[in-house]
């Protein structure tokens, strides 16, 4: 039976006053006139959250029993079986609530908010769903403080940052939170900042780098974020590894294992750089930074690179092109880590993960992604650049495959085609096809499209239909690439504090000449904005 209203130590609250939420395993009060504390869209999210943290926790302990097996050092120590999360930004406690039920061998969590009533939330929704004190830890404070407090301490094996908006100012924070081998997620919102260039000073000032409006902008997007996180790793001598990186709506989420490796930072040089794009037919090329060659033994010469890999001008259509980054260029997955993950939901079914279905065809399409190629074209961009209309994607995928190139989508964008063939080789395909269909009476003289057209093809293109150009995740009908899930999809408003008091004008006794100030300080003045949270938008 359902409990009235919790008494002694545990949080006080009366269920009538609050609506029941579901998720996974976990049930959470939300009071009924609060309508941003919750977003059920991010969902997957959390999902993917869950199972990321297991396979990381999977991998981990069998790495440290491994470890342990092989010392010979007779006064070894058993490792940990058990670790720690940090949620620095926990608002409601959804999530926090959701890993203590669902995520098995956690020591404790600490759900971590900057407002007094994210805190009285988290209590009380962690008695509600019979979760003990001593596993979910609710604390009152400023996360970055939280998370430089560790320095010197013992770190937190998992470290999650789920804001509203941009996770910049917590990342450095963050990075000193997190324990050896540990696992960091991060979560940003800002899209408007970091897929287009209508803020691109924003973007340096947040991230480090410059963002493009460009087909692959969503890609980039993740890249930037990676960027930001890999600086700030290699100034305290650590290293981050992309585990898994995930464009989803309207953010990003990334999942990274932090190294205590001075030798690891050496490298990032080699795996950072710029990319060049046409503005008008979509080229690009990507600038590496440094350059990473074998040396003597097991050593590597570290150099700068050459450039610039490209001219002022397109090569293909000789219009102007434009610089983003610098961002990361090395791989976003670690396929091992992501196959483990596929195969861990394929087997939990949908009664451990409501978004199952969507959660496959993600890993899946990532599973199939060339990893170490940055960046992409779409088939629509190709089309319109030469006026044509699109062909089946298969089609232009078999031109690649029998060109004897190695050809994928991208999980950020539909119609996507990733591909190792050098750009001459793209654009040769698109010639043929024009050659096939005709070319288009629209098509001015001295225009970009007559000049890409112009150029005489420097290989054989054959769209006879290759056994491979048709990936397994379409074929198997996975849910690729989300629709819409619901009306007013979006990201919610900000949360707020509750208020502390009531306008003296709305209550019946008051004077009206008397009344106070629609916002109000602790003190009462009415000069000061309500505090807000930089607290997870979506918990």
């Known amino acids: 039976m359902e409990p009235e209203m919790a008494t002694g130590d545990a949080p006080a609250y009366r269920i009538e006053d609050y609506q029941q939420i579901t998720e996974g395993q976990a049930t959470i009060l939300f009071p009924k006139n609060n309508e941003v504390f919750y977003n059920p869209v991010q969902q997957f999210n959390r999902d993917m959250s869950i199972a990321a943290i297991k396979t990381w926790r999977d991998i981990t302990m069998a790495a440290r029993m491994e470890r ?80 430089y407090a560790q320095r010197g301490k013992k770190r937190f094996d998992v470290v999650d940052l789920d804001p509203y908006g941009t996770a910049a100012p917590f990342i450095d924070a963050a990075i000193h939170a997190a324990e050896k081998n540990g696992l960091l997620c991060v979560t940003c919102t800002d899209l408007a900042v970091l897929a287009s260039n209508n803020n691109s000073e924003t973007c340096f000032a947040k991230y480090g780098g410059t963002p493009l409006k460009s087909e692959f902008c969503h890609e980039l997007a993740l890249r930037l974020v990676i960027h930001s996180l890999q600086q700030a790793a290699n100034r305290q001598r650590r290293y981050i590894e992309p585990l898994l990186s995930c464009s989803i709506d309207f953010y990003v989420r990334i999942f990274v294992r932090v190294h205590d490796s001075p030798l690891l930072t050496k490298s990032v040089a080699s795996k950072t750089g710029t990319v060049y794009h046409c503005r008008y037919c979509g080229s690009f090329a990507a600038q590496p930074l440094g350059t990473m060659q074998p040396g003597k033994g097991s050593n ?95 089609k232009v995928n078999s031109a690649l495959l029998n060109a004897g190139y190695r050809v994928s989508g991208s999980h950020t964008c539909q119609s996507s085609i990733k591909t190792d063939a050098p750009t001459q080789v793209v654009w040769d395909i698109m010639r043929a096809l024009v050659q096939e269909v005709g070319r288009s009476p629209k098509i001015e003289a001295g225009s970009p499209a007559e000049r890409i057209l112009a150029q005489e ?36 408003a900000r949360h707020t504090e509750a208020p502390k008091f009531k306008r003296k004008d709305q209550a019946a006794t008051a004077d009206a000449a008397n009344a106070e100030p629609d916002t109000v300080d602790a003190n009462g003045s009415g000069s000061k904005k309500p505090k807000t949270s930089l607290g997870d938008n979506v918990d």
């Open 300 to 394: 590597y010469r570290y150099q700068i690179a050459d450039g610039p890999v490209v001219d002022r001008q397109c090569a293909t259509c000789a219009s102007k092109q434009e610089i983003g980054g610098p961002c990361w260029l090395g791989p976003l997955h670690n396929r091992d880590f992501v196959q483990k993950m596929y195969n861990a939901v394929s087997a939990g079914g949908a009664a451990m993960y409501g978004t199952q279905p969507r959660m496959k065809g993600m890993l899946k399409v990532i599973l199939e992604e060339l990893n170490d190629v940055p960046f992409h074209y779409t088939l629509t961009q190709l089309c319109s650049a030469v006026r044509i209309a699109c062909p089946p994607l298969v």
């Open 68 to 147: 342990f097996n092989k010392s010979i050092n007779p006064t070894k120590v058993a490792p940990p079986t058990t670790f720690t999360v940090l949620e620095a930004l926990a608002a409601s406690g959804l999530r926090s609530v959701r890993y203590a039920k669902e995520i098995e061998d956690i020591d404790h969590i600490i759900a971590n908010d900057l407002l007094a009533d994210a805190v009285e939330s988290i209590q009380r929704n962690a008695h509600y769903n019979g979760v003990s004190p001593q596993l979910l830890r609710a604390n009152e404070g400023d996360a970055i403080s939280v998370m």
């Open 457 to 492: 093809p420097t290989a054989l293109v054959s769209f006879a239909l290759h056994k491979n150009a048709n990936p397994e995740s379409r074929r198997i009908k996975l849910v690729r690439y989300q629709v819409n899930p619901e009306k007013f999809w979006g990201p919610k």
